[in-house]
């Protein structure tokens, strides 16, 4: 067997582990849920759909709900556990759609078979998506169309074909349709396509398709969305396009830690102030407390971790442990085993993260500079657009967390939808490391097995969460 078709046979490997993951993890995932299914019924019982002051998810785009209240229509499907399982199957699917998407990505990246392999392992057996893949949430069908979306729009500018354009247009609508934040691709792909006319603008055939393409893409968006996705019933209810079940808190000051109530009265955490939570990264109070310790679902209080006060702390210890958030509640993190590999996967996870932000930041650099200097070359490569992407969706994950201060708003998954940047920039920068290092073959050997044991890492988190949750079922 030749080394392409050992990478194949890997590749299919891992596809399928994520696969069945996600599957069993479906099956029994029967705790940990918040209310959409809710959402679901009301349209399935009583043929209508729901505001916001039904429910309390039903302020939220309902593409996922009315899809999942169609399919316990149809099959007649009226016990309620078997409907958690049915919704939440639901967005295994469209977990499952999403990982081959990625697949479909790195296929068209010129870039080592084994890099490829690294990075679609990576996110594939992220334990983080494994789990909202298989929770009855909207955020599974936001991940899948933003990441189609995005590979459409990308797929455009590489090669202006009018099908990607459509393709994108048909995506960007129906993650707007799941959930609020889909909505910032389409305030992104907008500027993105002028930037595109812009630099077509001295080819009159060229000038004229991408005008036409950018008026088709604008007029189906503004004819479905603010309709359908209920944006604009809600201004007309509640003054503003966007409402939430919960208030805003006061805003924090620069450097002074003020508090907010949360949950549990007393247990205070979150936004302290924008440099506590803005500007730290508490790796070592991670490594001492590898959880959201608190214990508030368990009635045994114990004061929080300081890093539950650290925004990127806490983005960077839920994307990479799935007992992190102790949830579901069924759960206690009562061994050591558990701990320290929470602790282990931390540590491992420092070497990609590390190669990410370099390449981001060289990456972020060029792009500034590049806009400074009126080098409008640079724009002609359509991977410009992953940092544009990051940067809107890591400003949308601060702002949320500068208004809504509770620790609960600290979700990593806000990012999720644009995994396609992250990955794109994440495999320039591994690239650029190990041509650095071709010479030493013991050092590429270091790297391959510290990304090896992460993904090691990945999986048997999973697989403990699951053997946790059977013994509860």
């Given amino acids: 067997m030749n080394k392409k078709s050992n990478y194949k046979v890997l590749f299919t490997f891992v596809f399928c582990s994520a696969i069945i993951l996600r599957i069993i993890f479906g099956f029994v995932n029967t705790f940990s849920n918040d209310d959409h299914l809710e959402v679901s019924q009301i349209i399935k019982d009583e043929n209508r759909i729901p505001i916001k002051t039904d429910c309390w998810e039903c302020d939220e785009p309902k593409l996922y709900h009315v899809f999942v209240a169609i399919v316990l229509k149809i099959f007649h499907i009226n016990n309620s556990k078997l409907q958690i399982i049915v919704a939440q199957l639901t967005n295994v699917l469209a977990g499952i759609i999403t990982i081959y998407v990625v697949y479909l990505f ?9 890099l490829k392999l690294i990075g679609f392992s990576l996110t594939a057996l992220n334990p983080k998506l494994i789990g909202i893949n298989a929770q009855a949430t909207n955020d599974s069908f936001v991940i899948l169309f933003s990441t189609l979306a995005l ?12 099908k990607d354009l459509l393709l994108m247009t048909l995506f960007t609508i129906m993650a707007s349709l799941s959930k609020g ?35 088709i893409s604008l007029l189906l968006f503004l004819l479905i969305t603010p309709y359908f996705g209920q944006y604009l019933g809600n201004y007309i209810r509640y003054g503003s396009p966007f409402v939430m079940p919960i208030n805003k808190s006061p805003r924090p000051y620069l450097f002074k830690e003020t508090f907010v109530e949360e949950l549990v009265p007393g247990e205070q955490s979150g936004i302290t102030s924008v440099f506590h939570s803005f500007l730290t990264f508490r790796f070592i109070n991670l490594l001492n407390n590898p959880v959201t310790i608190g214990d508030i679902f368990f009635g045994d209080y114990r004061p929080y971790p300081r890093h539950r006060t650290s925004l990127w702390t806490q983005l960077y210890g839920r994307a990479h442990f799935i007992h992190f958030n102790l949830w579901p509640p069924v759960v206690r993190i009562d061994s050591k085993f558990i701990i320290n590999l929470g602790r282990l996967i931390f540590i491992l996870a420092l070497f990609p993260t590390l190669i ?27 991977d410009w657009i992953f940092v544009i992407f990051i940067i809107a969706y890591v400003t949308f994950i601060m702002l949320f967390n500068y208004y809504y201060r509770d620790f609960t708003s600290m979700k990593v998954i806000f990012l999720y939808p644009v995994i396609l940047a992250f990955l794109n920039i994440f495999l320039k920068g591994l690239t650029k490391t190990y041509r650095l290092f071709l010479k030493y073959e013991k050092i590429l050997l270091s790297f391959d097995v510290l990304l090896i044991l992460l993904v090691v890492g990945y999986v048997l988190n999973v697989i403990v969460l699951i053997f946790q949750l059977v013994s509860k079922v």
């Fill in 151 to 162: 590979f459409f729009i990308w797929l455009y500018l590489k090669y202006e074909k009018q």
């Fill in 106 to 114: 790195l296929e068209q990246l010129h870039i080592s078979k084994k």
């Fill in 356 to 382: 990410f932000l370099y390449s981001f930041t060289k990456r972020f650099l060029v792009l500034l500079k590049s806009i400074i200097k009126r080098q409008f070359n640079y724009f002609k490569n359509p």
């Fill in 181 to 215: 934040n889909g909505l910032i691709l389409f305030f992104l792909i907008i500027p993105i396509l002028v930037v595109k006319l812009c630099l077509n603008w001295s080819r009159l055939k060229l000038r004229k398709k991408t005008l036409l393409h950018l008026f």
